[in-house]
Structure formats: C-alpha cells, structure tokens
C-alpha cells in the first residue's frame, strides 16, 4: 500500500504568513493527488485536486504543487479562515484510495 | 447544486451490524463517470476510505476493512447504502459519504480520483 506522510503535523503561523505544508508518497504516484481542508465538526472540502488544479470557488492564495512522490500545498497569505487541518489523498492505485495524517494549521 | 446527506443510527451495539444510507440531491445518482463513495474518521484521528459504488452496482472495497463491508446502491431512491458487520469499538467514527470522481471507469479496475463533494456526516458510537 502506499503511504502518505504529512508534514508537520502541527504548524503555527500568524494571519498574513506565508505557509507551505508537504505530502510525501511511499512510491510515485505521478500527479494523483488531492488536497481537503477541514473545520473542527465539518466534512473536509476540497482545495486542489490533479496536484495543482485549484477547484472552482476556491481562493486563489491557495496553489499546489509536485508530482513523483512530494507534494506541496502553499497559501500565499493565510487569512482567519484558513485555520484548519489539511489532508493530502492520493488516487494513484486503484482499488485503494489513501489519506496523508493530516496537517493541523493553528494560530501563533 | 449536489448535496449529500448520511442517515441512520447514531448508537450500534458491539458485534451488531452498523446501517447507514446516503441520499443525493441535487442531481442524479446515476450519472456516469461519478462512483459513490464512503469514508469514516474516528474521533482526532485522520480519514479512511471504506469503499466506493457505482450507479450500475460495481463497488471497489478497501482491503483491510473488506469482508465486513457491503455498499449497496438504490437509484428509484437516488440513495447509496453502507453495511459494516461484527463492529467494535475501534468502528467508533464519523461516517461521510461523498460523490467519488471517475477518471477512467472502462478499465478494471476503474480508476477513480477525488472525493467531491461530502455530506455532513453523521458520528457513530459502537457502545453497548
């Protein structure tokens, strides 16, 4: 199976930073990748899907990239409303669809 | 606009069996090149998907959870079913249903993508 490592587990960062946060795949999985956000009690939404395709309604200050095995998700200014747990997915072996452990965004 | 939205008991008995229904507005269940998909998160901890189904009936299950489970599909409804059987505590989850992308459903196996979007989800308890 694969296995999708998120790092870090736990960021700080303070309203207007600059944030990146990576998924690393066990083996290549090309550009199958996903990217969700999650709010506390809320299903996760989602950001970026084909690696750095941006889904339609989505703010531009959200980008991915990477292809292979490491992956990047960057908010080029974090805004309040983008405190929230981020998760990777990749859909590159079929049957058997995988999540990173997720990436908890707080507060500084 | 497509919603989804889970339903069924939020408190199942150790060794039961754990029933959950999807229902889908907003657009049809049998559309093609969208499979049907559900996904749990046990309390803090991260996501899993459980398995995926497509209008016609063909479902995709994840190994380490697939002789328990049966996702079954009504389109007169415009609703997908999950079963999971013998649950114990380490079943205590949120259970989301979301619609599953196709990216190649000619092949076999299909190859999906994406979830999007998802229900609210609905918490289940495994307590006696």
């Known amino acids: 199976d694969i296995q999708m490592t998120q790092s870090p587990s736990t960021l700080s960062a303070s309203v207007g930073d600059r944030v990146t946060i990576t998924c690393r795949a066990s083996?290549?999985?090309?550009?199958?990748l996903a990217w969700y956000q999650q709010k506390p009690g809320k299903a996760p939404n989602l950001l970026i899907y084909?690696?750095?395709s941006l889904e339609s309604g989505v703010p531009s200050r959200f980008s991915g990239s990477g292809s292979g095995t490491e992956f990047t998700l960057t908010i080029s200014s974090l805004q309040p409303d983008d405190f929230a747990t981020y998760y990777c997915q990749q859909y590159n072996t079929y049957p058997m669809y995988t999540f990173g452990q997720g990436t908890k965004l707080e507060i500084k | 606009q497509l919603q989804l939205q889970e339903s069924g008991p939020g408190l199942v008995k150790p060794s039961e069996t754990l029933s959950l229904t999807c229902t889908v507005s907003?657009?049809?269940?049998?559309?093609?090149?969208?499979?049907w998909g559900w996904i749990r998160q046990p309390p803090g901890k991260g996501l899993k998907w459980i398995g995926s189904?497509?209008?016609?009936?063909?479902?995709y299950y994840n190994p380490s959870i697939k002789s328990r489970v049966t996702i079954s599909v009504d389109t007169s409804k415009n609703q997908f079913s999950l079963k999971l059987s013998s649950v114990t505590a380490a079943d205590t989850a949120v259970y989301y249903c979301?619609?599953?992308?196709?990216?190649?459903?000619?092949?076999?196996?299909?190859?999906?993508?994406?979830?999007?979007?998802w229900g609210q989800g609905t918490l289940v308890t495994v307590s006696s």
């Open positions: 084909k690696a750095s």
């Open positions: 907003g657009g049809s269940i049998s559309i093609t090149n969208y499979y």
């Open positions: 979301a619609r599953h992308i196709g990216l190649n459903i000619v092949v076999l196996p299909a190859a999906l993508g994406w979830f999007d979007p």
């Open positions: 083996q290549s999985i090309s550009s199958r």
């Open positions: 189904i497509y209008y016609s009936g063909d479902t």
